[in-house]
């Protein structure tokens, strides 16, 4: 298994530039999450998927979109990139809902917004 | 929300010594999770913990859920050990979710 994939490893936008972010797990997991991790802090929830058409907002989703059209990918777009989205952004999954659920994570996107 | 704080903030060991990281965190919890971010940012996957003691080869966590804190233990430190580490705790969120809450880490350097 590849277990979670994120594509590109690295992106420099301009300021109102869109982009997607693409993230792939082969671990038939129910559960997919975005994060953000901004230099010297941890990670920050913005949105998250419970199964395919279902998704909801986590802590900081504003300035972001989400789909769930299939189980296995869990794209995050950026409609209109601004320099506060400059950050690390990580893709995870989990088996199931619930105390019985360990999240595994991509290896990340660096996003530069100048 | 709930709290999670990580202490020390940075910790420079010699290669061979032993370390103590510990996580404390504001209210109940239904479980925690230990990662280690390597120098190129991956973060791997350390402990999944809601209490007691695991170990794995030189490293072990404690969680002890009823006093809100977990504990990591790296003994005989390796350069490989370098990075950050985190923890992340697990709450319930509403509508049958729940999500993780990271602290801000404890940046570990080992020296040669």
């Known amino acids: 298994n590849a277990g979670v994939t994120q594509t590109p490893k690295f992106r420099i936008l301009k300021i109102g530039q869109s982009m997607t972010l693409q993230c792939a797990q082969d671990?038939?997991?129910?559960?997919m999450y975005w994060y953000r991790q901004d230099p010297g802090m941890g990670l920050k929830l913005i949105y998250y998927s419970v199964g395919a058409g279902i998704t909801d907002k986590g802590e900081v989703p504003n300035g972001y979109n989400v789909s769930r059209s299939t189980t296995e990918d869990f794209p995050l777009r950026l409609e209109l990139a601004a320099p506060s989205q400059t950050s690390v952004y990580f893709c995870?999954?989990?088996?199931?809902?619930?105390?019985?659920?360990?999240?595994?994570f991509g290896p990340g996107t660096r996003l530069t917004v100048t | 929300g709930i709290q999670v704080e990580q202490s020390p903030p940075d910790l420079i060991l010699q290669e061979g010594a032993n370390s103590t990281l510990r996580c404390n965190f504001s209210?109940?919890?239904?479980?925690l999770q230990w990662f280690h971010q390597n120098p190129w940012g991956q973060l791997i996957n350390l402990f999944y913990i809601p209490s007691g003691t695991k170990q794995n080869g030189r490293l072990s966590a404690t969680t002890v859920a009823t006093e809100r804190y977990s504990l990591l233990y790296i003994s005989s430190s390796q350069t490989t050990d370098s990075g950050v580490y985190f923890c992340?705790?697990?709450?319930?969120?509403?509508?049958?979710?729940?999500?993780?809450?990271f602290g801000k880490g404890t940046k570990l350097s080992v020296i040669p």
């Open positions: 671990m038939n997991h129910n559960y």
């Open positions: 995870a999954s989990s088996r199931d809902r619930g105390r019985a659920y360990e999240q595994y």
């Open positions: 992340a705790v697990l709450t319930y969120s509403g509508a049958g979710s729940y999500q993780l809450t």
């Open positions: 209210d109940s919890v239904n479980n």
